[in-house]
């Protein structure tokens, strides 16, 4: 069924009578669109596709991923998006999980607008939740969007790199790798701190020790050891404990506490 969905909205994209919801869920605000006749609207989506790809996903891919976890940069808005089906009657059941209400409001808009299934679309349930089962779900996408923010210009971009690594490996689901990232970018900070405050070479130490080093001179903020404690825990797990399973919340701790370092350590250094 959604096989079937994604290519009749392929075609559908390279029409003049393509619903605007539809383009502005794929490939964000297209205001020019009215502009454009057929053949230059084609050439126009292929490129928004490209770098829609590129920025979710690092990579270009040829499915449009309707129902896949959505960045939207021009509205500064994520969704993740659960899907579940029936086995009785072909009918699709969506959970919509977005830091905004703008986010949900364009995924609706967007089923809506669907010509046929957006008729038989029903908003069971909207509500706002501080669960963490629920909340952490986007974050990955939402360090994704933070990064290509205006706020994050002044961040040296090797921990750009990291982070964008560690956020696009956790919607992969490859965990490890995504922990390793996150641990990188925090060793990366601490080694400079130790530069700064040691005035030498930082030792070619794991991030536990450096930190512990550090933590003398009592340059950290609670909030910012508590991060670095668990980016340093979830450190541990994927790499010397590997004969245990890691799970999405290891990756969600190494992500939010290097994320949380690299916001204080680029506004007070």
């Known amino acids: 069924m959604e096989n079937l969905l994604e290519k009749a909205i392929s075609i559908l994209v390279h029409s003049k009578e393509c619903p605007q919801e539809i383009l502005e869920y794929l490939f964000g605000k297209t205001e020019e669109r009215e502009f454009l006749d057929k053949r230059m609207l084609s050439l126009f989506l292929a490129r928004r596709k490209y770098r ?9 891919n040829n499915n449009l991923r309707l129902f896949e976890p959505q960045i939207f940069y021009d509205i500064e808005d994520t969704v993740v998006i659960e899907r579940r089906t029936t086995s009785r009657r072909p009918e699709l059941f969506f959970e919509i999980i977005s830091i905004r209400d703008v986010g949900t409001s364009r995924f609706i808009n967007f089923v809506k607008s669907i010509p046929c299934m957006g008729e038989t679309l029903k908003v069971i349930k909207n509500r706002k939740t501080h669960s963490s089962r629920y909340v952490f779900h986007p974050y990955p996408h939402a360090v994704q969007l933070w990064l290509e923010s205006e706020t994050a210009k002044y961040i040296p971009q090797d921990l750009k790199d990291f982070l964008k690594g560690s956020a696009r490996y956790h919607s992969e689901k490859e965990w490890r790798t995504s922990i390793v990232l996150s641990a ?27 930190y512990y080093k550090l933590k003398e001179r009592s340059i950290f903020p609670e909030d910012v050891q508590k991060a670095i404690e668990i980016a340093n825990e979830a450190r541990i797990s994927a790499v010397h404990r590997r004969r245990f399973p890691i799970s999405d919340r290891e990756a969600d701790n190494a992500l939010f506490g290097a994320t949380k370092v690299t916001m204080w350590y680029s506004s007070n250094f």
């Not at 829609?52 to 270009?60: A, S, V």
């Not at 990188?184 to 450096?210: M, S």
């Open 52 to 60: 829609w790809d590129e920025r979710i996903h690092g990579y270009r």
């Open 184 to 210: 990188i970018a925090v060793e990366v900070i601490l080694a400079d701190l130790y530069e700064e405050q040691f005035k030498e070479n930082a030792p070619n130490t794991p991030l536990g020790d450096l």
